[in-house]
Nanobody, 120 residues
Framework: QVQLVESGGGLVQAGGSLRLSCADTGRTFTYAMGWFRQAPGKEREFVAAISWSADDLSYADSVKGRFTISRDNAKNTVFLQMNSLKPEDTAVYYC??????????????WGQGTQVTVSS
């Protein structure tokens, strides 16, 4: 059973960096792993996703060039390196996973979320 546990959130100044991690403690195969975020008063939105072999990547336009998603399959972990952070990146970030292609569409498993706050 997939069990996703996020870590790495926190408070950072604008222009700074954070690295989020998400471990699948259930140690099951997941084709796609992704990150989503939800800011106060807004709907949850897609941030980035990566396939099992990392040959398929997808980013939201708002984070392209600033965020990088990667995964370590030996550790069943996905990472989100966030650079040049902006106040508008402030949100609860959720890790998600699904067992089949494509990277888009509905994700089946979700973590509990980790708060990222970017101060101006």
């Amino acid at each position: 059973q997939v069990q996703l546990v996020e870590s790495g959130g926190g408070l950072v100044q604008a222009g700074g960096s954070l690295r989020l991690s998400c471990a699948d403690t259930g140690r099951t195969f997941t084709y796609a792993m992704g990150w989503f975020r939800q800011a106060p008063g807004k709907e949850r939105e897609f941030v980035a996703a990566i396939s099992w072999s990392a040959d398929d990547l997808s980013y939201a336009d708002s984070v392209k060039g600033r965020f990088t998603i990667s995964r370590d399959n030996a550790k069943n972990t996905v990472f989100l390196q966030m650079n040049s952070l902006k106040p508008e990146d402030t949100a609860v970030y959720y890790c998600a996973a699904k067992g089949r292609a494509p990277l888009t569409g509905t994700y089946d498993y979700w973590g509990q979320g980790t708060q990222v706050t970017v101060s101006s």
